[in-house]
């Protein structure tokens, strides 16, 4: 099992003790210790403690359904987990596989059953072609645990909380088979778990029960008397699959295809050193034809053979060395142009395949978006609500590796919104509004980031509330809160504790957990913003980086060090005439390093907004180089928190150069222009 990451549990004990009081307050305000219960499933599931999360989901279900009894439960457990985790050990003892007592099998809308069928069927297939293989082990767990991955995240999406509880066990059992006897051993008890994946998409109350009876034993049959697939015929594991022409897919791991990217890297960089000799070659070629022109001119200075003269040998030889140096400078010409073309050939096949395998590794916004809808459509029929989604920028593409680990914070967003933000028809209604609610999604490549917008027509945060709040409770002084604008105010929202100082009335349930959602997205080196109009809706604005892939970058020097700029975040390139007297700071000052006064050129590093256009962000810098597609590779999470940094690129001598991350640079500029003497750029 992966150790979960401090901080967020750190923020989950926060958040548990904080609603605690409000599941154990006597009289119990049950609707404030709902949102308590929605707010902690959420923060439990960012914080990896899924068995904590799944007992809130089923205890706020049975609450929300009117089964009062599960608040005393719900505290219980609430304290058990606290306890725990202060000890370092998980929120609650895995049960697997033997099931909770208070899990239950929930009725599924029927056709988003028949699409949730159809996808679990098809991956439960692939999971038997993969225990089927002869081939390596170790490949074969990696693939099967994708699968069952997938599984749980389609019955997390439709509210099948026995699937999703079962695959997340059989997940953590095998987890980390990276030796081939651990692999073999992971495939062997998937290989005996196999049927019970079967028998809960077509029985799941009478598996539920065959589990709890006959315990952990691994041997026992679903009561659908199915059993595990029975071992394939040898030449089972080759057997082609169902292809039609070139709707052939095949899956592909993204390190297989960020290996071959490497790899291409490395052709590249060979390529470059091919590039070298070959102008020299070229070079070489001209001085002998230059050489042979001097000879040609000697003879000529010389004349014909006479007795008194040179002798009639030494100028035959000379001809001939002429003649010579003639044929070796026109193959060189030749062998020049050939290896030019050969190399041009070269690098233009090596950056298609850049293209074509980072596009392997692609996925699309709307891969998230679809996900998130499937979750509001959920939430909304629980809460007996009507929810319209509207989507836009699903065509963005972005690493598959982002996607994924979007979906948790973007999950809690609109699930809040839905529970907390949109009213209920009846009120809705009264308000003059459609008595269905609205979610609007979008997103869009702002720069080297990814904005997703999550916003809702519902109740909205009262940010006068807010401010006065923020005095009572002694948070900020008075001044400071009237001098404060509603964006530094609904930030108040991110701080523990904040949102329970006052009667559930407070923000409509808004704020709950929201620190964690910070957290995890901070810890992608992206941020969160928000806004809202009471009674109007609210807003979640997420800026996260978009992590490592091809880019046209424009090469510039700032000092002694050369750093790239991707083509899309510079807008302007100007030679810097009048050194000293304009107001843009150097690039190396908004690194926060030593600096030279004047610049040859200022770049304007500000990026394209959807909202309202940026000011310019100019920065200066020594020396323009060339633009160049390349390779812009993930940082690791120390040297991003060094500075503004977009991800790193290998030059072809090996060497490492740094990309600047515009988004993060331009409000440095400004600020620092702002402070700087002389008229404004």
Same mark, same amino acid.
């Given at each position: 099992m992966t150790s979960p990451d401090p901080e967020l549990v750190r923020l989950l004990v926060q958040e548990l003790r904080r609603h605690l009081a409000a599941l154990t307050a006597v009289p119990i305000d049950v609707p404030l210790a709902k949102r308590s219960l929605h707010a902690l499933r959420g923060s439990a599931g960012l914080a990896g403690e899924r068995e904590l999360a799944g007992a809130l989901e089923r205890l706020h279900r049975r609450i929300r359904e009117g089964d009062e009894g599960g608040l005393g439960e719900a505290a219980a457990i609430v304290a058990t987990a606290v306890d725990r985790l202060s000890q370092g050990l998980p929120a609650l003892p895995a049960s697997w596989p033997v099931p909770p007592e208070d899990l239950v099998p929930i009725p599924i809308d029927a056709l988003v059953r028949a699409q949730y069928a159809a996808e679990v069927t098809d991956r439960l297939g692939r999971i038997d072609d993969a225990l089927a293989t002869s081939g390596d082990p170790v490949l074969a767990v990696r693939s099967i645990y994708r699968h069952i991955h997938t599984v749980k995240g389609a019955a997390s999406a439709v509210g099948d909380e026995p699937m999703s509880w079962f695959c997340h066990g059989l997940e953590e059992k095998i987890r980390g088979a990276e030796l081939a006897p651990a692999a073999r051993e992971a495939m062997h008890e998937v290989a005996q778990w196999r049927a019970i994946l079967g028998a809960l998409l077509e029985e799941p109350e009478a598996t539920l029960a065959t589990l709890r009876?006959?315990?952990?034993?691994?041997? *026992?049959?679903?009561?659908?008397?199915?059993?595990?697939?029975?071992?394939?015929?040898?030449?089972?594991?080759?057997?082609?699959?169902?292809?039609?022409?070139?709707?052939?897919?095949?899956?592909?791991?993204?390190?297989?295809?960020?290996?071959?990217?490497?790899? *291409?890297?490395?052709?590249?960089?060979? =390529?470059?050193?091919?590039?070298?000799?070959?102008? !020299?070659?070229?070079?070489?070629?001209?001085?002998?034809?230059?050489?042979? /022109?001097? &000879?040609?001119?000697? *003879? !000529?200075?010389? /004349?014909?053979?006479?007795?008194?003269?040179?002798?009639?040998?030494?100028?035959?030889?000379?001809? =001939?060395?002429?003649?010579?140096? /003639?044929?070796?400078?026109?193959?060189?010409?030749?062998?020049?142009?050939?290896?030019?073309?050969?190399?041009?050939?070269?690098?233009?096949?090596?950056?298609?395949?850049?293209?074509?395998?980072?596009?392997?590794?692609?996925?699309?916004?709307?891969?998230?978006?679809?996900?998130l809808t499937t979750a509001i459509e959920s939430e909304a029929r629980r809460g007996a609500s009507t929810v319209i989604v509207q989507t836009r920028g699903a065509d963005e593409t972005i690493d598959r590796r982002i996607a994924d680990q979007l979906m948790e914070p973007c999950l809690q967003l609109v699930r809040n919104a839905v529970a907390h933000g949109i009213e209920p028809p009846e009120v809705r209604t009264a308000l003059g509004k459609p008595a269905s609610g609205t979610i609007a999604l979008s997103g869009r490549k702002v720069?080297?980031? &990814?904005?997703?917008?999550?916003?809702?027509?519902?109740?909205?945060?009262?940010?006068?509330?807010?401010? !006065?709040?923020?005095?009572?409770?002694? &948070?900020v002084t008075a001044a400071i809160a009237e001098a404060a604008d509603d964006d530094t105010l609904l930030s108040l929202l991110f701080l523990p504790g904040f949102s329970t100082r006052q009667s559930s009335d407070l923000l409509a349930g808004r704020g709950i957990g929201l620190d964690i959602t910070r957290a995890w997205i901070k810890r992608m080196g992206g941020a969160i913003r928000l806004s809202s109009r009471a009674g109007v809706g609210f807003t979640a604005r997420l800026d996260v980086p978009?992590?490592?892939?091809?880019?046209?970058? *424009?090469?510039?020097?700032?000092g002694d060090d050369e750093f790239a700029l991707t083509a899309q975040s510079t807008r302007r390139v100007e030679k810097n005439h009048s050194p000293g007297e304009l107001r843009a700071p150097h690039l190396l000052a908004c690194l926060g390093a030593a600096a030279p006064s004047d610049a040859s050129y200022v770049v304007d590093l500000g990026p394209p907004s959807d909202d309202v256009p940026e000011p310019p962000a100019w920065v200066g810098v020594d020396a323009i180089g060339r633009t160049e597609e390349l390779l812009v590779r993930p940082l690791g999470a120390l040297v991003t928190g060094f500075g503004p940094y977009a991800g790193a690129i290998v030059r072809g001598d090996g060497?490492?150069?740094?990309?600047?991350?515009a988004w993060a640079i331009a409000p440095r500029a400004r600020a620092m222009a702002a402070a700087l003497p002389g008229p404004r750029r």
């Open positions: 009876a006959r315990g952990s034993h691994p041997s *026992l049959l679903p009561p659908s008397g199915r059993s595990a697939p029975p071992p394939s015929s040898p030449d089972a594991a080759v057997r082609p699959p169902h292809v039609d022409g070139d709707a052939a897919t095949i899956r592909v791991r993204a390190g297989d295809v960020d290996r071959l990217i490497e790899r *291409l890297d490395v052709i590249d960089r060979a =390529r470059e050193r091919i590039a070298g000799p070959t102008l !020299r070659g070229r070079d070489t070629a001209s001085k002998l034809r230059e050489l042979r /022109g001097s &000879l040609a001119h000697a *003879l !000529r200075l010389i /004349g014909p053979a006479r007795p008194w003269g040179a002798p009639a040998g030494a100028l035959a030889e000379i001809e =001939r060395v002429a003649a010579s140096l /003639g044929g070796f400078g026109d193959e060189m010409d030749s062998a020049s142009v050939a290896l030019t073309a050969a190399e041009q050939s070269l690098r233009e096949n090596v950056i298609d395949a850049k293209k074509e395998l980072a596009t392997m590794r692609q996925s699309s916004v709307g891969r998230i978006f679809a996900r720069g080297h980031r &990814l904005r997703i917008t999550i916003a809702d027509d519902g109740a909205g945060v009262d940010v006068a509330h807010v401010r !006065r709040r923020a005095v009572e409770t002694g &948070l978009i992590e490592s892939g091809l880019a046209t970058v *424009l090469w510039v020097r700032a060497s490492v150069r740094l990309a600047i991350d």
